[in-house]
RNA sequence: CGGGGAGUAGCGCAGCCUGGUAGCGCAUCUGUUUUGGGAACAGAGGGUCGCAGGUUCAAAUCCUGUCUCCCCGACCA
C-alpha cells in the first residue's frame, strides 16, 4: 500500500478524557473511530491488524478441526425462553421488534443458537464429537462501556462450541481447548495467565478464563508466582485444569495464604464446561448403544476486538505502538525522505514492488511531508521495521534499517539489503504446528 | 443505576462568572522556500455556539426542559 492511496488519519490531539493507553494510540493512529457510546468503527490500519488477529485465529482453530460457520447477530426470542435466560440475563441484552411485534435480540452470546443447530443435524452418537465455531460481533449493552474496544458494547468475539457423548470425553475436549488457547496467545506474542473462574450466565460445572497482567487492567486475579515459572503446554492435563489460580471474585479464593499474588489484568478469554444445561432443555439428544443421550457441550470464547487494545497495552512506548510482528497492521514502512528526487522515487519503488512479491505487507510513505513528520507517523503506527531513503541514498547508496523496538539505526548498502533483509522475512514466517 | 462533568470550525480547547459584531492551536486550501525526527513565511476558506422553549432592546453567556457524550463506583469477552 502507498500512502498516498491509503486512508489514513493520525491525530495530534484526542480529548483529554481518553486515558487507556491503548485507547489513545488507536485513536491517534486513525485505528479506531467511535460512533457512539461503546460502538467503533475499525479504520483500515486497524482493521488490518484485526484481520491478522483473526486469521491467527482461524488458522489454529482450522487446524484442529474445528468447522467454522457464521450464525446471525439477529436472534429469536423464543430458543432463549426455552433456556429461561430471556429474562434472566438481564438488562444487558439488548431487546428488538421486528415489524410483526415478533421478540428479537441482538446475541450476547449462541449457547441457545447452537444447540438448535445441533438438535437439527445431531441424530446419531456416529455425529459426535462435533466442534464448530465463528467469529462475530456481540452485542452486551454494558452498564458503562469505556476504554475504547477493550470495553466496548459491540465487540467482536470467537466462540466455539463442543458436542460430545460423555462427559469424560467432554472434559477431554476441555482440555484441549485449553491447551489451544495457551498456543494461540502465544502466537499472538501475549503472555496469558490461566485462572479458574466462576461461570457466570453461560452456567456449568468447570470455567477458566484467560487473562494477561496488565496495571490498568479491569479485572483482578490471584495466582502463586510458581505458575509463571511454569511452561503451561507442558503440564499434565489434570494440573492444567487445578492451576492454582482464581478470578478475585471466585468463591473460594484464600489471598495470602499459600503465597498468592494479585495482579490487575485484562480478561481475552474464557472457557466453560457446561454439560447437558443446554441439550437437555432443547431436548437435543442422539441415539446410541445405551439410548438416548443428551450430548455434553462446552463453549469456547476469545474477545477478538479487545486484543489489539490489551497487545498495546503491553507492547508501546512514548513514541507510540510498537507491534509484534505478526499482529502489525504493515511489517515493513519504506519512508521517501526525498518524494521529489527522480533517484529516491525510483528505489523507493523497485524495493516496494520487490518487498510485495515476497508477500509482505509493505507501507511506502510517498507523502510530500517533512521528515519529522513520516518518522512520527511510522512510530506512532507501530510497523516493526522501517527502512529510509534519503539523502544517504543520493550520496552513498546507503539504507537506512530500524527496528521500531531497538531505537538505533542501521545502515545497509543498496547491494546487501536483499540479504539483509532475507532474515527478517524468515523470521516471520508463522509455524501454527503444536 | 447512583454521584460528578462536558457539548462552541474536521480535531483539541478558550470565551460563559460580570449578556453587547465568535476566538486560539492543529488540520485544510493557495503560493514560495523547505525535507534524516511532528518545517518557515505570506495569504484564504470554514460556525444556525447540541436541540427546544423562556427572560431581555440584545443570549454561546442568564432560566427551564430535553438529547448526547465523558468521568468515578457494583456486572461482563
Same mark, same amino acid.
Given at each position: 500500500?502507498?500512502?498516498?492511496?491509503?486512508?489514513?488519519?493520525?491525530? /495530534?490531539?484526542?480529548? /483529554?478524557?481518553? /486515558?487507556?493507553?491503548?485507547?489513545?494510540?488507536?485513536?491517534? #493512529?486513525?485505528?479506531?473511530?467511535?460512533? %457512539?457510546?461503546?460502538?467503533?468503527?475499525?479504520?483500515?490500519?486497524?482493521?488490518?491488524?484485526?484481520?491478522?488477529?483473526?486469521?491467527?485465529?482461524?488458522?489454529?482453530?482450522?487446524?484442529?478441526?474445528?468447522?467454522?460457520?457464521? @450464525?446471525?447477530?439477529?436472534?429469536?426470542?423464543?430458543?432463549? /425462553?426455552?433456556?429461561?435466560?430471556?429474562? #434472566?440475563?438481564? +438488562?444487558? @441484552?439488548?431487546?428488538?421488534?421486528?415489524?410483526?411485534?415478533?421478540?428479537?435480540?441482538?446475541?450476547?452470546?449462541?449457547?441457545? @443458537?447452537?444447540?438448535?443447530?445441533?438438535?437439527?443435524?445431531?441424530?446419531?452418537?456416529?455425529?459426535?464429537?462435533?466442534?464448530?465455531?465463528?467469529?462475530?460481533?456481540?452485542?452486551?449493552?454494558?452498564?458503562?462501556?469505556?476504554?475504547?474496544?477493550?470495553?466496548?458494547?459491540?465487540?467482536?468475539?470467537?466462540?466455539?462450541?463442543?458436542?460430545?457423548?460423555?462427559?469424560?470425553?467432554?472434559?477431554? %475436549?476441555?482440555?484441549?481447548?485449553?491447551?489451544?488457547?495457551?498456543?494461540?496467545?502465544?502466537?499472538?506474542?501475549?503472555?496469558?495467565?490461566?485462572? +479458574?473462574?466462576?461461570?457466570?450466565?453461560?452456567?456449568?460445572?468447570?470455567?477458566?478464563?484467560?487473562?494477561?497482567?496488565?496495571?490498568?487492567?479491569? #479485572?483482578?486475579?490471584?495466582?502463586?508466582?510458581?505458575?509463571?515459572?511454569?511452561?503451561?503446554?507442558?503440564?499434565?492435563?489434570?494440573?492444567?485444569?487445578?492451576?492454582?489460580?482464581?478470578?478475585?471474585?471466585?468463591?473460594?479464593?484464600?489471598?495470602?495464604?499459600?503465597?498468592?499474588?494479585?495482579?490487575?489484568?485484562?480478561?481475552?478469554?474464557?472457557?466453560?464446561?457446561?454439560?447437558?444445561?443446554?441439550? +437437555?432443555? $432443547?431436548?437435543?439428544?442422539?441415539?446410541?448403544?445405551?439410548?438416548?443421550?443428551?450430548?455434553?457441550?462446552?463453549?469456547?470464547?476469545?474477545?477478538?476486538?479487545?486484543?489489539?487494545?490489551?497487545?498495546?497495552?503491553?507492547?508501546?512506548?512514548?513514541?507510540?505502538?510498537?507491534?509484534?510482528?505478526?499482529?502489525?497492521?504493515?511489517?515493513?514502512?519504506?519512508?521517501?525522505?526525498?518524494?521529489?528526487?527522480?533517484?529516491?522515487?525510483?528505489?523507493?519503488?523497485?524495493?516496494?514492488?520487490?518487498?510485495?512479491?515476497?508477500?509482505?505487507?509493505?507501507?511506502?510513505?510517498?507523502?510530500?511531508?517533512?521528515?519529522?513528520?513520516?518518522?512520527?507517523?511510522?512510530?506512532?503506527?507501530?510497523?516493526?521495521?522501517?527502512?529510509?531513503?534519503?539523502?544517504? $541514498?543520493?550520496?552513498?547508496?546507503?539504507?537506512?534499517?530500524?527496528?521500531?523496538?531497538?531505537?538505533?539505526?542501521?545502515?545497509?548498502?543498496?547491494?546487501?539489503?536483499?540479504?539483509?533483509?532475507?532474515?527478517?522475512?524468515?523470521?516471520?514466517?508463522?509455524?501454527?504446528?503444536?
Amino acid at each position: 500500500m502507498k500512502y498516498s492511496n491509503f486512508f489514513i488519519s493520525t491525530q /495530534k490531539d484526542v480529548s /483529554k478524557d481518553v /486515558k487507556l493507553i491503548s485507547h489513545l494510540f488507536m485513536l491517534k #493512529s486513525g485505528m479506531i473511530r467511535q460512533e %457512539t457510546s461503546g460502538i467503533y468503527s475499525w479504520l483500515p490500519i486497524g482493521f488490518r491488524v484485526l484481520k491478522k488477529v483473526i486469521k491467527i485465529i482461524e488458522e489454529i482453530h482450522d487446524r484442529h478441526n474445528i468447522n467454522q460457520i457464521l @450464525m446471525p447477530t439477529i436472534q429469536s426470542a423464543d430458543i432463549w /425462553k426455552i433456556s429461561n435466560r430471556y429474562e #434472566s440475563y438481564g +438488562k444487558e @441484552m439488548l431487546k428488538i421488534t421486528d415489524r410483526n411485534e415478533k421478540e428479537l435480540l441482538y446475541g450476547p452470546t449462541n449457547e441457545e @443458537m447452537i444447540t438448535a443447530i445441533g438438535k437439527h443435524y445431531l441424530k446419531s452418537y456416529k455425529d459426535l464429537p462435533l466442534n464448530l465455531y465463528h467469529i462475530q460481533s456481540k452485542f452486551r449493552d454494558e452498564i458503562r462501556p469505556r476504554f475504547g474496544v477493550m470495553r466496548a458494547r459491540e465487540f467482536l468475539m470467537k466462540d466455539a462450541y463442543s458436542f460430545d457423548l460423555t462427559e469424560e470425553d467432554c472434559l477431554t %475436549t476441555y482440555i484441549n481447548y485449553f491447551k489451544m488457547y495457551l498456543f494461540i496467545f502465544k502466537k499472538l506474542g501475549i503472555p496469558i495467565i490461566p485462572v +479458574k473462574a466462576p461461570s457466570g450466565e453461560i452456567g456449568g460445572s468447570l470455567s477458566h478464563e484467560f487473562h494477561m497482567i496488565v496495571d490498568s487492567g479491569e #479485572s483482578e486475579i490471584c495466582f502463586s508466582d510458581e505458575l509463571l515459572k511454569k511452561n503451561l503446554l507442558d503440564i499434565s492435563d489434570s494440573e492444567l485444569i487445578n492451576i492454582r489460580s482464581y478470578t478475585s471474585d471466585f468463591d473460594k479464593i484464600e489471598v495470602g495464604k499459600d503465597k498468592l499474588i494479585k495482579k490487575k489484568s485484562i480478561e481475552l478469554g474464557h472457557i466453560f464446561l457446561f454439560g447437558q444445561k443446554y441439550s +437437555k432443555p $432443547f431436548d437435543l439428544h442422539v441415539d446410541s448403544k445405551n439410548g438416548k443421550v443428551f450430548p455434553y457441550m462446552g463453549s469456547y470464547g476469545i474477545g477478538v476486538s479487545r486484543i489489539p487494545a490489551a497487545v498495546i497495552e503491553k507492547f508501546h512506548d512514548e513514541k507510540g505502538i510498537v507491534w509484534p510482528k505478526e499482529i502489525s497492521p504493515f511489517q515493513i514502512i519504506i519512508i521517501n525522505l526525498l518524494t521529489k528526487d527522480k533517484v529516491c522515487c525510483n528505489y523507493t519503488d523497485y524495493l516496494y514492488e520487490h518487498l510485495k512479491n515476497n508477500r509482505l505487507d509493505i507501507l511506502l510513505d510517498d507523502r510530500d511531508e517533512s521528515a519529522g513528520k513520516k518518522f512520527a507517523d511510522a512510530d506512532l503506527s507501530g510497523i516493526p521495521l522501517k527502512l529510509i531513503i534519503g539523502k544517504n $541514498f543520493l550520496n552513498e547508496n546507503l539504507i537506512g534499517v530500524s527496528f521500531r523496538n531497538l531505537n538505533k539505526e542501521e545502515l545497509i548498502h543498496k547491494s546487501e539489503i536483499e540479504s539483509y533483509l532475507n532474515k527478517f522475512i524468515k523470521n516471520i514466517t508463522h509455524d501454527y504446528k503444536i
